[in-house]
T-cell receptor, first 109, second 114 residues
Framework: QKEVEQNSGPLSVPEGAIASLNCTYS??????FFWYRQYSGKSPELIMF????GDKEDGRFTAQLNKASQYVSLLIRDSQPSDSATYLC?????????FGAGTRLFVKA | SAVISQKPSRDICQRGTSLTIQCQVD?????MFWYRQQPGQSLTLIAT?????????ESGFVIDKFPISRPNLTFSTLTVSNMSPEDSSIYLC???????????FGQGTRLTVV
């Protein structure tokens, strides 16, 4: 059974701080890794993807991948209250994507 | 990114009835998927909608319960048949052209079975 594990949270950080979200996956054959943001009552929105070891930065977001440890993380710098949402880690070995249960993030103003 | 229109956005249905959910994309896409998300849970893949052929179902999901059509590269339907309260969930259509750059989701259909 292929699995994607995340801490369900909630993770609470003050405004302006760095939020760190983590994810592990079980399938070593996974090739692509994603972070989705899901606001309450809304559908998931893709915010980052990464498929090479190391860091990938996009604005305030940095995705980190370590295939040897089967570990993916998302850093959100200068967190804003509008970042409060559930963040879903997802893993793909082709077209089919497996999602983690998500981490709820609260950014306190 | 593709613009995905999913309808209905919500419905309340009687047990034993069926509901068909539509997913329309504004451009041709390679892959279309149907997911279910139960309250407070993550997304569970129901099936891959294959254009011109039978859908590919994940373990725990069967065609008799969740028949899927995909007549072309821009449209798919999911039917939830003979509904029970356990089918109350959010159903999401998802599309992608390349599995390595992620997928995009419709707005979801919030189904309540009473």
């Amino acid at each position: 059974q292929k699995e994607v594990e995340q801490n369900s949270g909630p993770l609470s950080v003050p405004e302006g701080a760095i939020a760190s979200l983590n994810c592990t996956y079980s399938d070593r054959g996974s090739q692509s890794f994603f972070w989705y943001r899901q606001y309450s009552g809304k559908s998931p929105e893709l915010i980052m993807f990464i498929y090479s070891n190391g860091d990938k930065e996009d604005g305030r977001f940095t995705a980190q991948l370590n295939k040897a440890s089967q570990y993916v993380s998302l850093l959100i710098r200068d967190s804003q209250p509008s970042d409060s949402a559930t963040y879903l880690c997802a893993v793909s070995g082709g077209f089919k994507t497996i999602f983690g249960a998500g981490t709820r993030l609260f950014v306190k103003a | 990114s593709a613009v995905i229109s999913q309808k209905p956005s919500r419905d309340i249905c009687q047990r034993g009835t069926s509901l068909t959910i539509q997913c329309q994309v504004d451009s041709q896409v390679t892959m279309m998927f149907w997911y279910r998300q139960q309250p407070g849970q993550s997304l569970t893949l129901i099936a891959t909608a294959n254009q011109g052929s039978e859908a590919t179902y994940e373990s725990g999901f069967v065609i008799d319960k969740f028949p899927i059509s995909r007549p072309n590269l821009t449209f798919s339907t999911l039917t939830v048949s003979n509904m029970s309260p356990e089918d109350s969930s959010i159903y999401l259509c998802s599309v992608t052209d390349r599995g390595d750059i992620g997928a995009f989701f419709g707005q979801g259909t919030r189904l309540t079975v009473v």
